[in-house]
């Protein structure tokens, strides 16, 4: 794919949790229309990082720029607000709402007007539209009536990712968007985020290297808080310092 400029840059990027240095001066750099992938071994600071990339932690010291704009320390609201959008590894859905419920809530709670309408018909009726589009997307058509307490692990994972796709995010952050799944659901999540992504910008986070090296353009590797190496999947592979790294995991 043709790849943009920066969309995301951090720079000295750091996180320091009582003295221990969870991120230690990251430069990071998401190509618009990229997808990104963050790895490295247990505790290399990858969450933490996916955290400051979000707002959900503030950093220490460095900063975050997103297309030119200085959104260091921006809570995660703001940074929804200017198009970064996040699905969670921990499942936040509510078991009694329908796929399409969430979906008609998300895109509603995107127009900025709270809730007070929930129940209006006819706005009800205006997100149906594009809530079907968005349940399509994510291949959760069929289930769209159900509740979500209903649905089964990776489809949950799939309207996590739908809900995200409600805020037209020009950046989407998927944290480890294959956890805990079988290899079935593996490959479905594969060729989900793959759609997904056309057209649009996507950080993740994931250990499993067959899910990386089948999605992402450019691979950063942390270790101890810092970047060990970056490129395309393939360079980064075989880069030695990488291999010494996974074998001390
Ligand atoms: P990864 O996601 O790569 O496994 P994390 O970002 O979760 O790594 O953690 C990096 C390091 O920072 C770990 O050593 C972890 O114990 C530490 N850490 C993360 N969050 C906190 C916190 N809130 N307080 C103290 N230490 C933390």
Request: aromatic letters at 6%; zero cysteines; proline letters at 4%.
């Amino acid at each position: 794919p043709s790849l943009g400029g920066a969309l995301l840059t951090t720079s000295g990027l750091t996180k320091s949790f009582r003295g221990f240095t969870a991120v230690n001066g990251v430069d990071l750099q998401v190509r618009e229309g990229s997808v990104h992938a963050l790895v490295g071994p247990n505790g290399a600071g990858k969450t933490t990082l996916f955290n400051l990339l979000t707002g959900f932690l503030a950093p220490s010291s460095g900063t975050v720029t997103l297309a030119g704009q200085d959104v260091t320390g921006l809570p995660p609201e703001k940074m929804a607000h200017l198009g970064v959008a996040r699905s969670f590894q921990i499942t936040s859905l509510f078991d009694q709402l329908t796929a399409t419920e969430h979906l008609e809530l998300a895109l509603q709670s995107s127009t900025g007007q709270g809730l007070k309408f929930w129940r209006s018909d006819v706005l009800m009726g205006r997100f149906a539209d594009r809530s079907a589009e968005l349940l399509e997307e994510v291949g959760l058509s069929d289930q769209a009536h159900e509740p979500a307490g209903a649905l089964a692990y990776g489809r949950k994972r799939a309207l996590e990712l739908a809900i995200a796709l409600a805020l037209e995010p020009r950046l989407l952050l998927l944290d480890e968007p294959t956890a805990g799944m079988g290899i079935e659901d593996v490959s479905r999540t594969i060729e989900l985020v793959r759609r997904v992504a056309v057209g649009r910008t996507v950080v993740f986070v994931d250990h499993n290297m067959h899910v990386v090296g089948s999605l992402a353009d450019q691979v950063t590797v942390l270790q101890q808080g810092r970047v060990l190496a970056e490129g395309p999947y393939d360079a980064v592979r075989t880069d030695p310092r990488v291999i010494t790294a996974y074998l001390g995991e």
